[in-house]
């Protein structure tokens, strides 16, 4: 016999909608450092498609005077 998961498909799609709706910057790194997620909000305050910015190391989005204290983590 089967298991119900309509409330478990229902509660992602909630909390899907509110991270890709939310008015802060989310975003998921992997753990080479390039962005694997990136919120609409993000998108739309820096002014990239997602195309240009998906799987990009995020270090390639930082000032480069802060760059140095960055690079260490990946």
């Given at each position: ?6 409330s ?23 753990n080479?450092?390039?962005f694997?997620?990136?919120n609409n909000?993000a ?14 190391k ?5 000032q ?11």
């Open positions: 016999m089967g298991q119900d998961v309509t478990e498909i229902q509660a992602q799609h909630k909390y899907k909608n509110i991270i890709e709706n939310s008015n802060e910057f989310i975003f998921e790194i992997d080479r450092g390039n694997v997620f990136v909000y998108l739309e305050c820096l002014g990239y498609q997602i195309d240009e910015i998906l799987y990009r995020y270090i390639d989005f930082i480069l005077k802060h760059k140095s204290k960055l690079e260490i983590f990946f």
